[in-house]
Each structure stands twice: as C-alpha cells, then as structure tokens.
T-cell receptor, first 110, second 120 residues
Framework: KNEVEQSPQNLTAQEGEFITINCSYS?????LHWLQQHPGGGIVSLFM???GKKKHGRLIATINIQEKHSSLHITASHPRDSAVYIC????????????FGAGTILRVKS | GAVVSQHPSRVICKSGTSVKIECRSL??????MFWYRQFPKKSLMLMAT?????????EQGVEKDKFLINHASLTLSTLTVTSAHPEDSSFYIC????????????????FGPGTRLTVL
C-alpha cells in the first residue's frame, strides 16, 4: 500500500464545475503540500498545510490530521486548470522528506 | 515568491556521454536542495538530498557514482548523469528548501521547472 493515496486518478469536468481531489496518507506528517504540474512538466506549489483550511483564489485546501486526509477543491473550474495535481506529505518517519502521491490528472472541458 | 531555475530545460545526448543539470535558487540562499526523478505517468521519486558544503545523501537504490551531485554554493546545486544510457532518460526536477522556515515545521520547498533528458 502506498503511503500517499490520491483519488480519483483521472477526472474530467465541464467548465464551471466544482472539483474535489482527495488525498489520504498512512504516516505521521508534519505538513502536506498540494502541487500542480502542467503538461510542460514544471511544478508549482499551491498550498502547504499542517492544519485547517487555506484558500487562494478559486482553490481551497483542507486537511484533517486525525483522519489523515486532505482535499483540494477548485471552484468554477476553467480549462486552464487542466493539469496534474499532486499531494505530497512531509513524512516525519522519513527524515521529513516529501513523499508523493501518484497524482490526479484533471481535464476541464469548455 | 521564491524562484528556482533549472538549466537546461531539455537535453538530448548520445549514450555514454555525461550530462550536467543545474539548479539555482534565484532570490534566496538554499542550504538544502532535493533532486527528484519522474518517469512517464508516474509520481516524483526522491533521488538525493543535496546539502551545501557537504556530500549529498542518496536514497536507497540510487547510484551515487552514476548521479553525481555537487552543492558548491548556497544558490547552486548540480546533478551530473555520468555515462548516460537510454534508461536514464527521464524528467529531473530539483527543489530548494526555504531556509527561513525551520525544517519539519511547515517545511516549504520551491520546485524548479524540470529538465527533460533523452539519451539516444
């Protein structure tokens, strides 16, 4: 079993839809990152969370430490949101190195 | 926000040659940088942790003589793929840790844009 599990693996949405991507982890963490990777490959860090909720524009990230679960929400989705979204956790048992989920491929159609 | 650059963004080389990839932190000093490898449709895999002024720490299964890492300054780490072979073809990404945030306490990493290596 992977230490970081994301769902769904693939997601296709219509422009304007509300999108949720989930991340569950099985290890103790000090923080969780949500990353965005566009087709060119470059990675952008969207959020870093250790508790609660963060919002930036149309993106919202939440984390429940007790349940070892985080969600990334995109409101009013747009085709430019199409990318791979990756959840990564700072594993306290792994020398505080990032451990990555497999990613969720999001495609937003206009 | 902090910026990390990589050079080159794309490189094609012949089998047997060595390729150097640079990772630079442009507006902050990074004592720790990380090198990742990403296979097609797979997630990132940590290869090694690069610490300024000391030897890199390699993850299990990563050949340190194959992937040479040098972190000679606070703004530059290099990864050299020696005697490259087609199986080394991959997407290599670096990240740098924000030194203003203590490690393990909301650790912040900034990622470079990546380097796509193709070995013919």
């Amino acid at each position: 079993k992977n230490e970081v599990e994301q769902s769904p693996q693939n997601l296709t949405a219509q422009e304007g839809e509300f999108i949720t991507i989930n991340c569950s982890y099985s290890v103790g963490i000090s923080a969780l990152h949500w990353l965005q990777q566009h087709p060119g490959g470059g990675i952008v860090s969207l959020f870093m969370l250790s508790s609660g909720k963060k919002k930036h524009g149309r993106l919202i990230a939440t984390i429940n430490i007790q349940e070892k679960h985080s969600s990334l929400h995109i409101t009013a989705s747009h085709p430019r949101d199409s990318a791979v979204y990756i959840c990564a956790v700072l594993n306290m048992e792994y020398g505080n190195k990032l451990v990555f989920g497999a990613g969720t491929i999001l495609r937003v159609k206009s | 926000g902090a910026v990390v650059s990589q050079h080159p963004s794309r490189v094609i080389c012949k089998s047997g040659t060595s390729v150097k990839i640079e990772c630079r932190s442009l507006d902050f000093q990074a004592t720790t940088m990380f090198w990742y490898r990403q296979f097609p449709k797979k997630s990132l895999m940590l290869m090694a942790t690069s610490n300024e002024g000391s030897k890199a720490t390699y993850e299990q299964g990563v050949e340190k003589d194959k992937f040479l890492i040098n972190h000679a300054s606070l703004t530059l780490s290099t990864l050299t793929v020696t005697s490259a072979h087609p199986e080394d073809s991959s997407f290599y990404i670096c990240s740098a840790r924000d030194p203003l945030v203590p490690a393990g306490v909301g650790d912040t990493q900034y990622f470079g844009p990546g380097t796509r290596l193709t070995v013919l």
